[in-house]
């Protein structure tokens, strides 16, 4: 049982969380997609791209980390 003190600020909280619907694709299409999306912007983040593309943030990064590994696109700390 959730309290009254409690349950409005987990309320307030879920009240904010983004939902979206992913996109399933081949894998082939969906690096192609990224490289695109990554060439479009000066800098990004993983996170970006998963949310924008609506693609899976797990699938993202190691799409990513391949593209980083053919040096097509670079770190920037």
Same mark, same amino acid.
């Given at each position: 049982? $959730?309290?009254? *003190? %409690?349950? !409005?600020?987990? @309320?307030?909280?879920? !009240?904010? =969380?983004?939902?979206?619907?992913?996109?399933?694709?081949? *894998?082939?299409? !969906?690096?192609?997609?990224? @490289?695109?999306? $990554?060439?479009?912007?000066?800098?990004?983040?993983?996170?970006? =791209?998963?949310?924008? @593309?609506?693609?899976?943030?797990? @699938? %993202?990064? *190691? $799409? %990513?980390?391949?593209?980083?590994? /053919? *040096?097509? %696109? /670079? /770190?920037?700390?």
């Amino acid at each position: 049982m $959730i309290r009254p *003190k %409690v349950a !409005a600020p987990i @309320l307030e909280k879920t !009240a904010k =969380i983004k939902v979206v619907k992913l996109r399933d694709m081949p *894998k082939q299409k !969906a690096k192609q997609e990224i @490289l695109d999306y $990554i060439k479009k912007k000066d800098v990004t983040y993983t996170s970006n =791209i998963a949310d924008n @593309l609506r693609l899976d943030y797990k @699938l %993202v990064v *190691k $799409i %990513v980390r391949e593209l980083w590994g /053919e *040096k097509k %696109v /670079e /770190e920037v700390r």
